[in-house]
């Protein structure tokens, strides 16, 4: 089974940055697409972005308003959300998650994922 591993999570305050690590163990399968979701305590997990195998689909939530980036590296078998003018109300633990199959465009924010990492905290005080 393919396993997930979160990191880059911390403490900031609002109108910082940080930048969330997600490194599989192996390889996923080659069409698969990965993203970000996160969830506050008491709130339901949503969706923050995707990126499909090659990086020419990618969907962001509408929260995001072009402060978050997400990328991937697959020689490193590795995907990255980059987080830049964080807010209290970002604060939640962010997981990352790949599906087996190929799902790109709008699919991508409510796919099934297959995989799914332990989630990293990141906490933004005002």
């Known amino acids: 089974q393919v396993q997930l591993v979160e990191s880059g999570g911390g403490l900031v305050q609002a109108g910082g940055s940080l930048r969330l690590s997600c490194v599989a163990s192996?390889?996923?399968?080659?069409?698969?697409?990965m993203g970000w979701f996160r969830q506050a305590p008491g709130k339901e997990r949503e969706f923050v972005a995707a990126i499909n195998w090659t990086g020419s689909s990618i969907s962001y939530a509408d929260f995001v308003k072009g402060r978050f980036t997400i990328s991937r590296d697959n020689a490193q078998n590795a995907v990255y959300l980059q987080m830049t003018g964080l807010k209290p109300e970002d604060t939640a633990v962010y997981s990352c998650?790949?599906?087996?199959?190929?799902?790109?465009?709008?699919?991508?924010?409510?796919?099934?994922?297959?995989?799914w990492g332990q989630g990293t905290q990141v906490t933004v005080s005002s």
């Open positions: 192996r390889r996923t399968f080659s069409m698969a697409a």
């Open positions: 998650a790949a599906t087996r199959g190929t799902v790109v465009g709008p699919a991508m924010r409510s796919a099934r994922y297959d995989y």
